[in-house]
């Protein structure tokens, strides 16, 4: 299972046209895990969008520290 995703900030009120911050791509290890580099921009929302997931019940989850 792969997954590209997306991390994305936003000053709007939904998640549209947000600034692309970075993209990680996880791999076919079971608990495979990459980080962003520091971020100076101060977005009040962050979303993700996920892309290319490959394999059968891939999911991915994404935590952001202020």
Same mark, same amino acid.
């Given at each position: 299972? &792969?997954?590209? *995703?997306?991390?994305?900030?936003?000053?709007? *009120?939904?998640?549209?046209?947000?600034? /692309?911050?970075?993209?990680? &791509? /996880?791999?076919?290890?079971? %608990?495979? *895990?990459?980080?962003?580099?520091?971020?100076?921009?101060?977005?009040? %929302?962050y979303y993700v969008?996920?892309?290319?997931? &490959?394999? &059968?019940?891939?999911?991915?989850?994404?935590?952001?520290?202020?």
């Open positions: 299972c &792969t997954q590209t *995703q997306e991390i994305r900030g936003t000053n709007a *009120q939904t998640a549209i046209n947000g600034v /692309l911050i970075c993209t990680i &791509t /996880l791999g076919d290890n079971p %608990r495979d *895990q990459s980080a962003c580099a520091p971020v100076d921009a101060a977005f009040p %929302r969008v996920p892309s290319n997931t &490959t394999g &059968t019940g891939a999911t991915g989850g994404v935590y952001v520290n202020h």
